[in-house]
């Protein structure tokens, strides 16, 4: 069974502090990986996938597949990066599994 | 383009009724997957549409129904509601073709059985 785990709910960080939101999967196959976000009152959408290997708002993610990891990463966090960001994971038929995400708060 | 339409965007329903969404992808896409969020959850996959058939389908018992129409549309039934049927119910579509994953979601119904 696939699964994705998101172990942070909530991180706070301050502006222009560095950002890493923890995402960890389990699939026995090669999967495709993406981060999702939803600002306030938006519709969620697409950040970023791993098979782009793009910076999308100064985010980046690594696939690391020896530690099934797939985190998000920002150097600069700004004000305008608050929101809930889902990791997710496809076994290729896009069907996704969502982790339980994890909502970033940046103060200014 | 309105991107994916979905409705009603709030309802209420008694436990034991049954319910009918609708989706409208966007232009252009001809698969439509459906996703339960509860509260505090990530989106939970129910089932996928391509061809007006079910082409993949997640953990959900036999009450989730759906269907797709030849314009690519979609509804998503639910029977014999139950109070942990209460969630945000999304709709998304993608673009033909193997390498267009990208998924496009609706802003979602909410769904509230009392």
């Known amino acids: 069974a696939q699964r994705v785990t998101q172990p942070e709910k909530l991180l706070s960080v301050f502006k222009g502090a560095p950002v890493e939101l923890k995402c960890n999967y389990s699939?026995?196959?090669?999967?495709?990986l993406f981060w999702y976000v939803q600002y306030s009152r938006q519709r969620l959408q697409l950040l970023l996938r791993h098979i782009s290997r793009e910076s999308i708002k100064g985010f980046t993610a690594d696939l690391n597949k020896g530690e099934t990891s797939f985190h998000l990463k920002k150097p600069f966090a700004q004000e305008e990066d608050s929101a809930m960001y889902y990791c997710a994971l496809s076994g290729g038929e896009r069907a996704l599994t969502f982790g339980s995400g994890t909502r970033l708060q940046v103060q200014p | 383009d309105a991107g994916v339409t979905q409705s009603p965007t709030h309802l209420i329903k008694t436990r034991g009724q049954q319910v009918t969404l609708r989706c409208s992808p966007k232009s252009g896409h001809d698969t439509v997957s459906w996703y339960q969020q509860a509260l505090g959850q990530g989106p939970q996959f129910i089932f996928q549409y391509y061809e007006e058939e079910e082409r993949q389908r997640g953990n959900f018992p036999d009450r989730f129904s759906g269907h797709q129409f030849p314009n690519y549309s979609s509804e998503l039934n639910v029977n014999a509601l139950l109070l942990g049927d209460s969630a945000l119910y999304l709709c998304?579509?993608?673009?033909?073709?193997?390498?267009?994953?990208?998924?496009?979601f609706g802003q979602g119904t909410r769904l509230t059985v009392v």
């Open positions: 998304a579509s993608s673009l033909p073709g193997q390498m267009n994953t990208e998924a496009f």
């Open positions: 699939y026995s196959g090669s999967p495709e």
